[in-house]
């Protein structure tokens, strides 16, 4: 074989399988839609549900451009994803009122109901979205009060970003170690509990 002839097949063979190889940045997404939330539930994360369908033009379009883009994919590992084919599991669609494709449901930690978002979104309006229900989706003990005003601190939720950082929601606000909070310094984040500096004295936060 001509070798300028074998150089261009094989060129073109790394393209096309470039171009049709999974995106660096996709999302990871679930399928079962009860095994989503138990984990959310257990992780407390809020839980991002896409609604679509094999023929749904602007769901493929979603899963392109706004799932493949990094920061959409960062936001992600804040929440339990899971795609849902309407079709399939009707009755799901039913039970969270989907009426048109795609529609993404977005629940709090305790499957309660957080927002959605339908029709298709840019990465940029999509990644505030994400933001947005972050900062709402909280969890909370029975019977304990809402946002603590003042400089009372209210421990309501711990995420992570995609480098596994921790990330406390404490009064409704995201903070990372060293950030702060009013008048209030974090200096330590776990997996359960945040400590933080407040008027020079040492307070711990527990989700318990």
């Given at each position: 074989?001509?070798?300028?002839?074998?150089?261009?097949?094989?060129?073109?063979?790394?393209?096309?399988?470039?171009?049709?190889?999974?995106?660096?940045?996709?999302?990871?997404?679930?399928?079962?839609?009860?095994?989503?939330?138990?984990?959310?539930?257990?992780?407390?994360?809020?839980?991002?549900?896409?609604?679509?369908?094999?023929?749904?033009?602007?769901?493929?379009?979603?899963?392109?451009?706004?799932?493949?883009?990094?920061?959409v994919n960062d936001l992600?590992?804040?929440?339990?994803?899971?795609?849902?084919?309407?079709?399939?599991?009707?009755?799901?669609?039913?039970?969270?009122?989907?009426?048109?494709y795609p529609t993404i449901?977005?629940?709090?930690?305790?499957?309660?109901?957080?927002?959605?978002?339908?029709?298709?979104?840019?990465?940029?309006?999509?990644?505030?979205?994400?933001?947005?229900?972050?900062?709402?989706?909280?969890?909370?003990?029975?019977?304990?009060?809402?946002?603590?005003?003042?400089?009372?601190?209210?421990?309501?939720?711990?995420?992570?970003?995609?480098?596994?950082?921790?990330?406390?929601?404490?009064?409704?606000?995201?903070?990372?170690?060293?950030?702060?909070?009013?008048?209030?310094?974090?200096?330590?984040?776990?997996?359960?509990?945040?400590?933080?500096?407040?008027?020079?004295?040492?307070?711990?936060?527990?989700?318990?």
């Amino acid at each position: 074989m001509n070798r300028k002839l074998y150089t261009y097949i094989v060129f073109s063979t790394l393209i096309a399988l470039a171009l049709h190889s999974d995106p660096a940045w996709a999302i990871s997404w679930k399928e079962d839609l009860n095994t989503a939330l138990k984990e959310a539930k257990e992780r407390r994360l809020p839980v991002m549900i896409d609604f679509y369908t094999k023929w749904c033009h602007w769901c493929k379009e979603l899963d392109r451009n706004t799932y493949t883009d990094r920061r959409v994919n960062d936001l992600s590992s804040n929440f339990v994803c899971v795609k849902v084919d309407a079709e399939k599991d009707a009755a799901s669609a039913v039970r969270y009122d989907v009426r048109g494709y795609p529609t993404i449901i977005f629940l709090n930690p305790n499957g309660s109901y957080n927002s959605r978002v339908t029709g298709y979104r840019d990465p940029l309006k999509f990644g505030k979205a994400m933001e947005t229900v972050m900062q709402n989706a909280v969890v909370r003990t029975p019977g304990k009060p809402g946002p603590a005003k003042g400089d009372a601190l209210e421990l309501s939720g711990i995420l992570y970003n995609r480098e596994k950082a921790p990330i406390a929601v404490i009064n409704n606000t995201m903070v990372k170690e060293g950030g702060t909070v009013g008048k209030a310094t974090v200096s330590k984040i776990t997996k359960d509990k945040v400590i933080v500096l407040i008027n020079g004295k040492t307070v711990t936060l527990s989700m318990e």
